[in-house]
């Protein structure tokens, strides 16, 4: 965003930049008036509504009835987009109200909460950012240019399609101000009917409504969910105990709960030009296209092709596939911006990669960057040692995989879509080979209300902080008695964790159960958990489906028998470490992903992973994994760091493991 600050970047801004009408004073002393196009810095948003009763009248009025002009007088990052009398006048006909006197204070509360964005200045400079703004209502503002071809193909900005910024970016002391010719529509729209909308998107919007999938993305907010105001974000929060001695009298992770619980969505969509590209020209050759491939991945499901909304029929399958329960931007599917994937992922050596749940029952997907701004979908690359050694190891590309485009699709209240570049199928090849590979999950990718309550990709630079989660009200996790806490924080540069995120579980005699991602094929795996240890924490019983894994895992330092010996350079000597280790039932952390120092995780003598059971798993089977404190004391903790799902194709390479 780029703000001038002295007279004469303002005079070079306004000469450059300058498109409608401008409004300038002419006198020596114009300190009391109103500046536009970067220059109002005098004044507040409210005060710059105030000075222009001849065009803001009319919204200085709404904002005065439901109680949000004086807010624009205080310190903040507000975007306002005012509308003109004119506009105003033109909202009070086509509503039937014969004055703005009339309107109701509820209609005056949602007019102004529509046309505030509460949390940052956006202007025009900012268009090319992938996030959208949203204003106080929750809804998504989108704008637009084109150019007008009257006025010599001059820039022209849109608000939601219809509403015209005459006058834009007034820079004010607490953010801009933009004035418009429409009221801007308060839009209800959800995913499917944002979808749509888009006539690029007619086929795979077909196939949506079809299968009934798009009534699963009709939710928005559990009305259910309640929350104490003072326990919620930007309440009072309250404290988990870290770092201490195991006494409780070490130092405390502030802690939130979400003021409202919300279902999300995201899907990935081919456009219709992607289809034809691949020979579906229309929605009975996308079925064929479907039945052949999912006829091929699940050859004991072919009795369900013609009834569509069975989870089991291949349309459904193909197209609950392209949908995840949360939503995302592009980059939130893989750690692969900022502080985290500059200073810890060690990129040379393994591409950052993530795993989800989709919406088709018992499927995943996996997300990998092998540059910091591209994403992809269930790409396979494969790794081999040079001579042994994994440090620089041969990477070699199978399979590019299905790219997510950069091209920004669009977002609603309750979900986005992003544009990708091939059709993507959960396909016997994709199951078989593709996803053949140790799964590792990050523990903030364990269930979609990490995403949707921001515990993921959203705390880097707050220490100490955490987002918890209210019993019933948690996807994916179940807590067995009314002393469990849940919680996850992430982005925290300076956690020795992975990913820089962890779930927190505690208090007295927790008892929690986390629900595993599904494995892509039934067989023999490892399934391992990988933690960070401290003595102040405690000592849990694990359970998988309520059958115990082997001895209790203890999250303490101080009793530790894994058996860990430091890296000596020697290949032969590190081998044998290892083994040792594993005939343990343990193993180093990655060598992937490291400390703000450059520290590799697999240097870390606090950074392990356990073992938990070695057997067979069923692709169309839920598993569980319970975790029960057997140590008393309501301060002990654990932290949970990632799980993983190991085939026996890789744990049993006769070269080895990579360490990555």
């Known amino acids: 965003m780029k703000i001038y600050r002295n007279i004469w970047q303002l005079a070079a801004a306004c000469c450059l930049l300058a498109v409608g009408a401008v409004t300038t004073s002419c006198s020596d002393d114009d300190s009391d008036a109103p500046l536009n196009f970067y220059s109002s810095v005098r004044l507040t948003a409210a005060e710059f509504i105030e000075a222009d009763d001849a065009q803001f009248s009319d919204f200085k009025y709404i904002l005065q009835k439901g109680n949000y002009l004086g807010m624009l007088k205080t310190y903040g990052h507000y975007t306002v987009f005012a509308p003109t009398n004119e506009a105003i006048q033109l909202y009070l006909k086509e509503k039937g109200y014969p004055c703005v006197d009339s309107l109701p204070k509820e209609i005056c509360d949602t007019l102004s909460r529509t046309h505030i964005v509460s949390d940052k200045a956006y202007f025009t400079t900012d268009m090319g950012d992938e996030v959208s703004p949203v204003n106080m209502n929750d809804n998504y503002i989108n704008m637009t240019s084109d150019s007008d071809v009257v006025n010599n193909n001059a820039l022209v900005f849109y608000v939601n399609e219809k509403s015209r910024l005459i006058q834009r970016d007034d ?71 870290n770092s201490t001695a195991g006494d409780g009298s070490g130092q405390k992770t502030t802690t939130y709960y979400p003021k409202e619980r919300k279902f999300m969505f995201t899907a990935f969509v081919e456009t219709d030009s992607v289809f034809e590209a691949n020979g ?20 004991d499901d072919l009795d369900y092709d013609n009834d569509y909304k069975d989870r089991r029929n291949p349309l459904n399958r193909f197209i609950s596939y392209h949908l995840m329960p949360c939503k995302g931007d592009r980059d939130y599917w893989v750690h692969c911006k ?24 018992h499927t995943i997907m996996r997300f990998s960057s092998p540059a910091g701004e591209e994403v992809y979908i269930n790409r396979k690359e494969t790794y081999a040692s040079v001579n042994g050694v994994w440090t620089k190891p041969k990477k070699t590309v199978e399979q590019e995989g299905i790219h997510v485009l950069k091209e920004k699709g669009a977002e609603c209240s309750n979900g986005i879509y992003h544009y990708i570049d091939g059709i993507l199928v959960y396909s016997k090849d994709v199951r078989s080979n593709v996803l053949n590979r140790r799964i590792r999950i990050d523990s ?61 579980i505690t208090g007295e005699r ?25 003595d102040d924490r405690g000592i849990a019983q694990v359970y998988l489906n309520n059958e115990a894994c082997g001895i209790p895992v203890s999250f303490r330092i101080l009793d530790s028998n894994a058996g860990r010996v430091d890296d000596t350079g020697d290949v032969e000597e590190d081998r044998a470490n290892d083994k040792a280790m594993r005939n343990r039932g343990f193993m180093k952390a ?71």
Not at 627 to 654: A, H, T, W
């Open 171 to 241: 820079s004010v002391t607490n953010g801009v101000v933009h004035v418009i010719d429409h009221v801007i529509k308060a839009s209800n729209d959800l995913l499917p009917a944002l979808i749509e909308q888009n006539p690029k998107l007619s086929i795979f919007y077909q196939a949506l409504r079809l299968t009934g999938m798009a009534d699963s993305l009709m939710k928005y907010i559990d009305q259910t969910y309640t929350v104490d105001p003072d326990s919620a974000i930007g309440g009072k929060g309250f404290g988990v105990v």
């Open 444 to 504: 903030s990718c364990l269930s979609p209300e990490f995403m949707n309550s921001h515990a993921r990709y959203y705390y880097m630079g707050k220490d100490r902080m955490m987002i918890g989660y209210k019993h019933g009200y948690l996807m994916n996790f179940k807590m067995h008695n009314a002393n469990t806490f849940v919680g996850c924080g992430n982005e925290q540069e300076g956690w020795v964790h992975y990913e820089g995120s962890g779930v927190c």
């Open 338 to 361: 900022g502080a985290l994937w500059k200073n810890k992922f060690l990129v040379e050596s393994y591409d950052p990669e993530e795993y989800f749940e989709t919406m088709a029952p």
């Open 590 to 660: 990655m060598a992937s992903y490291g400390t703000r120092n450059g520290t590799s995780l697999r240097d870390q003598s606090n950074c392990l992973r356990r073992i938990l059971v070695r057997q067979t798993m069923r692709a169309d089977q839920d598993y569980w994994l319970r975790f029960r404190q057997i140590l008393p004391g309501n301060s002990l903790y654990m932290s949970l760091d990632y799980v993983e799902l190991c085939p026996k194709d890789v744990y049993d390479d006769p070269e080895g493991e990579n360490p990555f």
């Open 280 to 299: 579906i020209h229309n929605l009975d050759e996308l079925i064929q296209f479907a039945n052949t491939i999912y006829h091929e991945s699940y050859p």
């Open 510 to 534: 927790f008892d929690a159960s986390i629900k595993l991602p599904s494995v892509p094929m039934d067989g023999t795996y490892e399934v391992r958990i990988g933690y960070s240890q401290g």
